[in-house]
T-cell receptor, first 111, second 116 residues
């Protein structure tokens, strides 16, 4: 039973446009949500996070939005750059700190 | 260079053989984790350790064991490998296991394991 779901395995976006990556979850006990970025042959790296008590967090070109009533979060990248091409994992934490990951979405930003 | 190292980078292993994946961190983090990454399934937690001397089971612990004799090292052992354990294995660490602002986990580069 997948508690964190990324229903789009891939996304292709033109350079300079907005990339929107989506994530849905089922467990209302999650207290933090995180996005990780992964390049081939490397480990995931932390990108941005949001507490369950907030609805938006922004860091440069990256913004994460949380809609608790819909159990949905999204990552916006504006403007998208070719270096953003990677697999993006959504993750959520339960009290105690364990991370539950989604399946990942592969973003391709085309020049 | 601070961070997490994993060894080996990749390995081909015959079914039934024993294998230990090594993980070392130099950030003095309390918590460490082992994940496996499989296509379409994302990263799944195998085992974790909140502090040296303690370990716990994650989502998919069967067929794996871990130990945490000290803060820096967290080896993962496959006692008798099976083909379904073919995967990419990532070790991670975090300053605190208890959530809050220290929940961020730092990942190693991974070990690609093929069991034939």
């Amino acid at each position: 039973d997948q508690q964190v779901k990324q229903n789009s395995p891939s996304l292709s976006v033109q350079e300079g446009r907005i990339s929107i990556l989506n994530c849905d979850y089922t467990n209302s006990m999650f207290d933090y949500f995180l996005w990780y970025k992964k390049y081939p042959a490397e480990g995931p790296t932390f990108l941005i996070s949001i507490s369950s008590i907030k609805d938006k967090n922004e860091d440069g070109r990256f913004t994460v939005f949380l809609n608790k009533s819909a159990k949905h979060l999204s990552l916006h990248i504006v403007p998208s750059q070719p270096g953003d091409s990677a697999v993006y994992f959504c993750a959520a934490t339960l009290p105690g700190g364990k991370l539950i990951f989604g399946q990942g979405t592969e973003l391709s930003v085309k020049p | 260079i601070a961070g997490i190292t994993q060894a080996p980078t990749s390995q081909i292993l015959a079914a039934g053989r024993r294998m230990t994946l090594r993980c070392t961190q130099d950030m003095r983090h309390n918590a460490m984790y082992w994940y496996r990454q499989d296509l379409g399934l994302g990263l799944r937690l195998i085992h974790y350790s909140n502090t040296a001397g303690t370990t716990g089971k994650g989502e998919v612990p069967d067929g794996y064991s871990v130990s945490r004799a000290n803060t820096d090292d967290f080896p993962l052992t496959l006692a008798s490998a099976v083909p379904s354990q073919t995967s990419v294995y990532f070790c991670a660490s975090s300053a605190s296991p208890a959530g809050g602002d220290n929940y961020e986990q730092y990942f190693g580069p991974g070990t690609r394991l093929t069991v034939t």
